[in-house]
Structure formats: C-alpha cells, structure tokens
Nanobody, 114 residues
Framework: QVHLVESGGGLVQPGGSLTLSCAAS????????MSWYRQAPGKERELVAT????????NYADSVKGRFTISRDNAKKAVYLQMNSLKPEDTAVYYC???????WGQGTQLTVSS
C-alpha cells in the first residue's frame, strides 16, 4: 500500500527558509520521479517541482525557480523541498506525490507571515 507522509511545515517570516520532507513507502521509490505540489486557500493544486528517479533532472514552476530546491535520497525513500526567500504567496498545503500513482499524502502546512 502506497503511503506518503509529508512533514516540516510551519510558520515562517517572509524571507525565511524551511525544508519539507516526504517519506514514501509501498512502491519501489528509486524507480519513479517524484514531485511536490501545493494548494493555497481558494486555489487549485499546482505543481511546484519534480525530480527524476536518479536526481539527474529537476524542474520547477516559474514562481519558485531560483528559490526552491527539490532533492531526494533513494536509500531513505525520501524527497525534500528546500525553500528559501519565502514569500506570503508561498503559503499553502504542500504535498509530495509519485506522478504516476493516484495517491496523495495528508500534506504539510506552510504559512509565510510576519
């Protein structure tokens, strides 16, 4: 059974940094690309970043490019999202996901506010 457990969210001041983590189980983690999504209040869920299965390739939404970094540790079956220079508009629930499987975790809340 596929499980995705996100953690690391919290309240951060504008300009601050935070790293989100996602622990995956129930599938062969190293065989799949992984993505982070986010959903802000009243908005649709959007793709934030994707990393290839070997971590050789990454892609980012224009809104986070240069500020966020996605990484993974296949031995730990974990994917991370390092977020710098945070803005109030980054406030959202963040989810990790295997793009090929229809399973979502519970997400982790990030609030950027002074």
């Amino acid at each position: 059974q596929v499980h995705l457990v996100e953690s690391g969210g919290g309240l951060v001041q504008p300009g601050g940094s935070l790293t989100l983590s996602c622990a995956a189980s129930g599938f062969t983690f190293s065989n799949y690309a992984m993505s982070w999504y986010r959903q802000a209040p009243g908005k649709e869920r959007e793709l934030v970043a994707t990393i290839s299965r070997s971590a050789g390739s990454t892609n980012y939404a224009d809104s986070v490019k240069g500020r966020f970094t996605i990484s993974r540790d296949n031995a730990k079956k974990a994917v991370y999202l390092q977020m710098n220079s945070l803005k109030p508009e980054d406030t959202a629930v963040y989810y990790c996901k295997n793009p090929l499987l229809p399973i979502w975790g519970q997400g982790t809340q990030l609030t950027v506010s002074s």
